[in-house]
């Protein structure tokens, strides 16, 4: 994922992060360079750090201070509206409880915060998400829980987020059924505005 394309489309998620953020699913860092220099200070969480040395190398080079957590993303240790930004990038697909997750993205965020994502999930194309459905219980064998077909927009507005922006496409480098994309931001609705929903797992 350290591709040409895949760099671009950081590049344009990122260039809006600013002040405190948040990452969740840090993965190997490859986010870090590509984060302008208007994030002050970068927390991230992810229960399973691949490659620590690849990481730190990427952290040494940073313009911010990074402080990772080895925790899950459905239980963030950090104070209410605490954050400017959150980010996830190619993460939603495999936390366990998507939602519950993404409350705890609204939780954390600052009532004028924005949330930042680029996910893949389930295709506009009712063919390509039907081969989606049947493959999907292999994908999350051979992909260590990687879901195709969640449908990432109603994952966000359903944990209390609003879109602001959303962008579908084909990622030209990746087999359409793991490269339809959804790339936007979202921001918080106020408390007193969100009645919560059962929480509801996508197909």
Do not use: C, H, Y
């Given at each position: 994922m350290s591709g040409a394309e895949f760099a671009?489309?950081?590049?344009?998620?990122?260039?809006?992060?600013?002040?405190?953020?948040l990452e969740i699913g840090l993965g190997t860092g490859l986010n870090l360079p590509h984060y302008p220099?208007?994030?002050?200070?970068?927390?991230?969480?992810?229960?399973f750090p691949l490659l620590p040395d690849r990481l730190a190398a990427?952290?040494?080079?940073?313009?911010f201070p990074i402080e990772l957590s080895c925790i899950s993303a459905e239980d963030l240790p950090y104070d209410t509206q605490t954050f400017d930004c959150v980010v996830s990038t190619w993460t939603l697909c495999t936390i366990p409880d998507p939602?519950?997750?993404l409350r705890e993205v609204r939780r954390v965020l600052k009532p004028n915060g924005a949330f930042l994502f680029l996910e893949h999930g389930r295709s506009e194309d009712i063919g390509v998400a039907a081969w989606q459905d049947r493959l999907n219980p292999l994908q999350r064998i051979i992909g260590c829980g990687c879901n195709l077909n969640r449908k990432i927009g109603q994952l966000i507005e359903q944990a209390g987020l609003t879109i602001r922006r959303l962008d579908r496409f084909?990622?030209?480098?990746?087999?359409r059924l793991g490269g339809e994309m959804y790339q936007g931001s979202a921001m918080p609705i106020a408390a007193s505005s969100f009645r919560q929903r059962p929480l509801q797992e996508s197909q």
């Open positions: 671009q489309l950081r590049i344009e998620l990122l260039r809006s992060a600013r002040g405190q953020v220099n208007s994030v002050l200070r970068l927390r991230a969480v992810d229960p990427r952290s040494d080079v940073a313009s939602v519950k997750a084909q990622m030209r480098s990746v087999p």
